[in-house]
């Protein structure tokens, strides 16, 4: 079995552990960074093939977990508990339906990325 390296970016440390929690459950190897420019910074990130089928791996288990498995799940906030399963079928349809073949972390959350659009930035 080939050791996949993933690096989880997200400026939420809960979302963070819960992530690599999850990941490394499944035999991958995880670093985590509070923000792209720290995930750029680590020595690991160049080379490092991030792919969808690692997305998909996450995306089925997220969906094929019980309500009470997700509530378990270390780092797990409640809030979260319902939206991750309904978040993660949002995300692969857009995958699906825009043929995206990259995934790319951004610094800025969805509402951020608008409010710039909206106000010129």
């Not at 690599?20 to 020595?43: N, P, Q, R, T």
């Not at 799940?73 to 857009?94: K, L």
């Not at 699906?96 to 106000?119: D, M, P, T, Y």
């Amino acid at each position: 079995m080939i050791m996949v390296n993933i690096l989880v970016i997200d400026d939420e440390r809960s979302i963070r552990n819960t992530l690599k929690e999850i990941l490394e459950y499944e035999k991958f190897k995880v670093e985590l960074a509070e923000h792209g420019a720290e995930g750029l910074d680590s020595d690991q990130f160049f080379g490092r093939e991030i792919s969808l089928k690692d997305y998909n791996k996450l995306h089925k288990i997220l969906v094929r977990s019980t309500r009470e498995e997700r509530a378990a799940m270390p780092g797990m906030e409640p809030v979260r508990v319902e939206m991750i399963v309904a978040a993660t079928i949002f995300v692969s349809f857009v995958i699906r339906a825009c043929q995206i073949r990259h995934l790319h972390h951004s610094e800025f959350a969805l509402k951020e990325g608008v409010i710039s659009e909206l106000v010129g930035i």
